[in-house]
């Protein structure tokens, strides 16, 4: 499968601000994940989207499906410091595994 | 609780020796997945299962053995070929079958660790 390229690799920001980030394929995909990972343990699901366009949100965080599906955007507003962790995007099509990109891992100071 | 159970949650390899990574579903899940986690390098794809007795390779299957022999469990054995083993393995499963389920997505365990002695 293919690596997805994920932006920024890493992210150091105050609490309180809001956070963004981005996946891009080369190649379309009818599914969009994200994930989130915390230190030690498994990726956990936030968001899943399904259709070029669909506008996502879970408290805090947005999600986006590209209208090209080609990409996908992940916003987390008024970040707290539980928000650290390492964020992943997942782009898939029916029947075939996932591709991952490598992550974005983001620290939040108080 | 419904959920993925991955044993043991660390494991050490003494050289020349196979060990076997336990993955365990109560969720009716049809296909299941082992990927390989390093640092800085994202989630990568060892062996998949979409039904019982049938698998496939995934990019890195080189050192890598599996079994799906019932729904509910897909243990991975990193065998002495493997010469690079250390890392964090992770297994997850989803629905597949069905009307509207070929999108659902995967659902992970909590991961082993495995090191070199």
């Known amino acids: 499968g293919q690596q997805l390229n994920q932006s920024p690799q890493s992210m150091f920001i105050q609490e309180g601000e809001d956070v963004s980030m981005n996946c891009t394929s080369s190649?379309?995909?009818?599914?969009w994940l994200w994930y989130k990972q915390d230190p030690g343990e498994g990726p956990v699901l936030l968001i899943a989207?399904?259709?070029?366009?669909e506008l996502t949100s879970n408290g805090r965080l947005t999600a986006q499906f590209g209208i090209t599906r080609k990409d996908s955007f992940l916003n987390i507003s008024a970040s707290i410091p539980s928000d650290v962790g390492i964020y992943f995007c997942?782009?898939?099509?029916?029947?075939?595994?996932?591709?991952f990109g490598k992550g974005t891992s983001l620290l939040v100071t108080p | 609780d419904g959920g993925i159970t991955q044993s043991p949650k660390y494991l050490f390899r003494k050289e020349g020796q196979n060990v076997t990574l336990s993955c365990e579903q109560n969720?009716?899940?049809?296909?299941m997945y082992w990927y390989r986690q390093d640092p800085g390098q994202g989630l990568r794809l060892i062996y998949y299962?979409?039904?019982?007795?049938?698998?496939q390779k995934g990019d890195i299957a080189e050192g890598y053995s599996v079994s799906r022999e019932k729904k509910e469990s897909f243990p991975l054995t990193v065998t002495s070929a493997q010469k690079n083993p250390t890392a964090f393995y992770l297994c997850?499963?989803?629905?597949?079958?069905?009307?509207?389920?070929?999108?659902?997505?995967?659902?992970f365990g909590d991961g082993t660790r495995l090191s070199i002695l």
């Open positions: 997850a499963s989803r629905i597949i079958s069905g009307f509207g389920y070929s999108n659902q997505p995967q659902h």
């Open positions: 190649s379309i995909f009818n599914t």
């Open positions: 989207l399904y259709k070029a366009g």
């Open positions: 997942a782009g898939g099509l029916s029947g075939y595994a996932l591709n």
């Open positions: 969720l009716n899940h049809d296909a």
């Open positions: 299962s979409q039904i019982v007795n049938d698998f």
